[in-house]
C-alpha cells in the first residue's frame, strides 16, 4: 500500500521580546468558570467541577491578523480568556506542582457561534459546531512564566471598536491556573505545547464584519484583531441540514 502524506506548516505562536515561537499541540477550553458568565447564560449559579472542549490547533489567529465571520452563523460573539501555555509534560499533576509545568501566558479569544452552541445544548449534542471551527481561536503572544510569574490575578478585558464589552479579573475563576491543569491533567496527559483555555467573566457579546477587537489580561502583551466578512448561510439551513 503506497502511503500519501500531506503535510502543513506547524501552528505556531511568537514568544514576546523573542526570536522563537511555540508550536501548538492542542487547545483545550474550559467551560463555566466565572460564576458571573453562567449567570448571564441564564446556567444557574453552580461551581462544578471543571468540563473541557477542544478546538482545532489550526483554528488560531494571530494579532494583528483577521478574523473573517464565519459561515453557518447569525451571532457570532467573543469571550475574552486567559490562555496558559504547558511546557513540561504531565499527568495527575497536583495542584501545588502545576505551575511548574506552565511556559507561559497569552491572551485569548474563545471566538463562539452562539446560535449554534444554544441549538446543540438544548438538544444535548457536542459544542463542536458553535466552538470549534476555522480562525475560532484569536490568541496573542506568549509571556514566558518566568517574567510573568505564577498568575492568580490580574485585570480581563476586552473592547470592541474602544467600548470595554467585558472587565473582570482572574482571581474571579471558579477554578484557578492551578487547579485546572491539575482536574484536565487527570483526563489527558498534558504535553509542550498544549494550550488551556481558562474560561470568561460575564459580558460577551456579538461582533460584525469591520469591528476591532482588542483583548488585554494580568499586563500580557494585548491582542488585536479585526472581523473581516464572509460568506454566510443561514442557521435554519444548518439545523435541517444536519437533520
Same mark, same amino acid.
Given at each position: 500500500m503506497t502511503k500519501v502524506h500531506f503535510q502543513s506548516a506547524p501552528t505556531t505562536i511568537p514568544i514576546h521580546g523573542a526570536d522563537e515561537a511555540i508550536a501548538v499541540r492542542r487547545i483545550y477550553c474550559v467551560g463555566r468558570n466565572y460564576v458571573s458568565h453562567i449567570q448571564e447564560m441564564k446556567e444557574g449559579d453552580e461551581k462544578e467541577l471543571p468540563f473541557f472542549f477542544q478546538k482545532p490547533t489550526d483554528s488560531v489567529v494571530l494579532t494583528g491578523g483577521t478574523l473573517p465571520y464565519p459561515p453557518a452563523t447569525e451571532d457570532f460573539q467573543f469571550e475574552v480568556e486567559l490562555a496558559v501555555v504547558i511546557g513540561a509534560e504531565g499527568r495527575n499533576i497536583p495542584s501545588d506542582k502545576a505551575f511548574?509545568? $506552565?511556559?507561559?501566558? !497569552?491572551?485569548?479569544?474563545? /471566538?463562539?457561534?452562539?446560535?449554534?452552541?444554544?441549538?446543540?445544548?438544548? /438538544?444535548?449534542? =457536542?459544542?463542536? /459546531?458553535?466552538?470549534?471551527?476555522?480562525?475560532?481561536?484569536?490568541?496573542?503572544? $506568549?509571556?514566558?512564566?518566568?517574567?510573568?510569574?505564577?498568575?492568580?490575578?490580574?485585570?480581563?478585558?476586552?473592547?470592541?471598536?474602544?467600548?470595554?464589552?467585558?472587565?473582570?479579573? %482572574?482571581?474571579?475563576?471558579?477554578?484557578?491556573?492551578?487547579?485546572? %491543569?491539575?482536574?484536565? &491533567?487527570?483526563?489527558?496527559?498534558?504535553?509542550?505545547?498544549?494550550? %488551556?483555555?481558562?474560561?470568561?467573566?460575564?459580558? $460577551? *457579546? =456579538? $461582533?460584525? =464584519?469591520?469591528?476591532?477587537?482588542?483583548? &488585554?489580561?494580568?499586563?500580557?502583551?494585548?491582542?488585536?484583531?479585526?472581523?473581516? *466578512? !464572509?460568506?454566510?448561510?443561514? /442557521?435554519?439551513?444548518?439545523?435541517? !441540514?444536519?437533520?
Amino acid at each position: 500500500m503506497t502511503k500519501v502524506h500531506f503535510q502543513s506548516a506547524p501552528t505556531t505562536i511568537p514568544i514576546h521580546g523573542a526570536d522563537e515561537a511555540i508550536a501548538v499541540r492542542r487547545i483545550y477550553c474550559v467551560g463555566r468558570n466565572y460564576v458571573s458568565h453562567i449567570q448571564e447564560m441564564k446556567e444557574g449559579d453552580e461551581k462544578e467541577l471543571p468540563f473541557f472542549f477542544q478546538k482545532p490547533t489550526d483554528s488560531v489567529v494571530l494579532t494583528g491578523g483577521t478574523l473573517p465571520y464565519p459561515p453557518a452563523t447569525e451571532d457570532f460573539q467573543f469571550e475574552v480568556e486567559l490562555a496558559v501555555v504547558i511546557g513540561a509534560e504531565g499527568r495527575n499533576i497536583p495542584s501545588d506542582k502545576a505551575f511548574e509545568h $506552565v511556559f507561559g501566558y !497569552a491572551v485569548a479569544l474563545d /471566538m463562539t457561534r452562539r446560535d449554534l452552541q444554544f441549538v446543540a445544548r438544548d /438538544m444535548r449534542r =457536542p459544542w463542536e /459546531m458553535g466552538k470549534s471551527f476555522d480562525h475560532s481561536a484569536p490568541i496573542g503572544p $506568549v509571556l514566558p512564566r518566568a517574567v510573568a510569574g505564577d498568575l492568580a490575578e490580574g485585570t480581563i478585558r476586552i473592547s470592541v471598536n474602544g467600548e470595554v464589552k467585558q472587565d473582570s479579573d %482572574i482571581g474571579l475563576m471558579i477554578w484557578g491556573v492551578a487547579d485546572t %491543569i491539575a482536574h484536565l &491533567s487527570t483526563q489527558y496527559r498534558l504535553m509542550p505545547g498544549d494550550v %488551556i483555555l481558562t474560561g470568561t467573566p460575564a459580558g $460577551v *457579546g =456579538p $461582533v460584525l =464584519p469591520g469591528d476591532e477587537l482588542v483583548a &488585554s489580561c494580568a499586563g500580557l502583551p494585548k491582542l488585536t484583531v479585526t472581523v473581516t *466578512g !464572509a460568506e454566510t448561510s443561514s /442557521m435554519k439551513e444548518t439545523i435541517h !441540514a444536519a437533520d
